[in-house]
């Protein structure tokens, strides 16, 4: 017998919605009082949830930070030497590099008639010596002026005073310089080297004449003796050695010139962050490499404590030139 005090319920299908009309109710339900989906009171909860969720986070973060700037040293790195990633043996550069777009290239090739052609790589060596240059008259105020004030002149026996730099005079280069167009018009070319900064390294120079290595070019064991005799001071520098790598690059390489002297001063380093710091330069001059050929140079940075890797370019570097 069927319970007639129960009431019968049916479920009632929404009524169906067209496209815009469904998402018309998304968009605002007046029935509801909600907004995309949600009431008023649902959005404040969930927003306030993600702004105290974000807040936690950025402050979590923020006091990371914190904490991490407190382990570093601005002026001097926390891995040192061997610690680092670079260790204590440091590489030699060159100076005009190839173009960009040709990036893996080491070929120095131009045009010593051809004006345009030469201009690429005298403007390269144009835009690496800025930082070198003096600062302009009425540039007051300047980075470039306030990096100079932290420079002085340096000599053998005469390092910086601690805060200071040693200034690297320009127009010691000659010939190598910016109004020669460092003599690539008259198919003598100058190529820039320097050596990688590493914090706290120290050179030890060759001070004993009588013990060089074996395979020091005898030029340059020539040119240390020849520095021994004029002032035993000089002896306190890197020396520099640039020659052909193969016998016919030896033969078409030519006369060459280190300007403005042999080698890097000992009074440059260590490198300690200092204001100004400018790395030391020498300037290799090729008097007349033969013309037309492509030369194999490579050139060697001289002090006991660097060591020759060819394979990982530790202490050496190699590049081509060829003067058309």
Known sequence: MEDKGKVEQYYTPPPK??????????????????FLGRTGASWAKILLFYVIFYGVLCGFFGAM????YQTLDHKAPKWQMEASLIGNNPGLGFRPMPPDSNVESTLIWYKASNKGNYEHWTSAIDEFLTQYQPPKPGSTGTAAQTQAEHRVHCDYGKPAPPGKSCNVDLQKFSPCTGEKAYMYPDYQPCIFLKLNKIFGWLPQFYNDTENLPDNMPNDLKNRIKTAKMRSPEEL???WVSCEGENPADIENIGPIQYKPRSGFPGYFFPYANSPGYLSPLVAVW????KRNVLINIECKAWARNIIHDRVERRGSVH???MVD
Not at 17 to 34: A, D
Not at 65 to 68: C, S
């Open 319 to 321: 590049f081509e030139l």
């Open 17 to 34: 919605l067209g496209k815009w009309e469904g998402f018309r109710i998304f968009l605002w339900n007046s029935e509801t009082g909600q």
């Open 286 to 289: 090729f008097e007349s490499p």
């Open 65 to 68: 930070l914190t904490v991490f």
């Open 236 to 238: 306190q520098t890197i």
